[in-house]
C-alpha cells in the first residue's frame, strides 16, 4: 500500500514526539512516472508532467515556507540500490530534512500556502516514506553516542 500523506494517528503521534527539541526528517521518495493531478486541479487538463518535475513544482512553492519555519536539508542523495529490505522499495529520491523542533515542522505543514503547494507532491508521489528522528552525536560503532 503506498504512502503519500501521514495518516491523523501518525500525525497525533508526531504531537507526542518533544517539542522543543531538534528533528530530522528522513525522506524517501518514489515519483510516478506522469504526474497524477487530482480531478479540478488546475494542472489536471495542462500538458503531462513527470512526478519529478510536479515535486520540483513542490519544492519551488514551499522552499520560502520551509526556510520560514527553520527548516533546512541536511543531506541529498540518489538511491541506487536496496541492499537490505523489500526489492519493491526502490527509491528515485532521499534528503534528509531538519527542523527546530517537530512543533515547527507541524506548525509549517498547517500553513495555508504549504498545503495549497502539497497538490504537486500529491501528484508527484507514488510512495514515501517520512522518518522522524532526534538527533544524536555518531558514535564511533554507528550507535549514538558510542565511544567504542
Known amino acids: 500500500m503506498a504512502s503519500i500523506n501521514p495518516t ?12 522543543d527539541a531538534p528533528v530530522l526528517m528522513i525522506n524517501l521518495l518514489r515519483f510516478n512516472k506522469v504526474a497524477e493531478y487530482a480531478a479540478g486541479d488546475p494542472e489536471s487538463g495542462a500538458a503531462p508532467v513527470s512526478g519529478e518535475t510536479a515535486y520540483g513544482r513542490y519544492a519551488a512553492e514551499t522552499l520560502e515556507i520551509v526556510l520560514a519555519a527553520g527548516g533546512s536539508q541536511d543531506w541529498i542523495g540518489k538511491p541506487m540500490l ?13 534528503f534528509v530534512a531538519r527542523y527546530p523542533s517537530s512543533r515547527a ?9 504549504y498545503q495549497r503547494a502539497v497538490r504537486h507532491r500529491n501528484a508527484a508521489t507514488a510512495d514515501s516514506r517520512l522518518i522522524c528522528c532526534a538527533e544524536a552525536a555518531p558514535g564511533k560503532t554507528f550507535l549514538a553516542g558510542s565511544s567504542e
Not at 491523523?8 to 517539542?19: E, I
Not at 536496496?82 to 532521499?94: C, M, N
Open 105 to 113: 515542522f507541524m506548525d509549517m505543514v498547517k500553513n495555508p500556502d
Open 82 to 94: 536496496t541492499v537490505i529490505g523489500p526489492g519493491d522499495e526502490a527509491w528515485d529520491h532521499a
Open 8 to 19: 491523523r494517528g501518525q500525525f497525533a503521534a508526531l504531537r507526542a514526539v518533544p517539542q
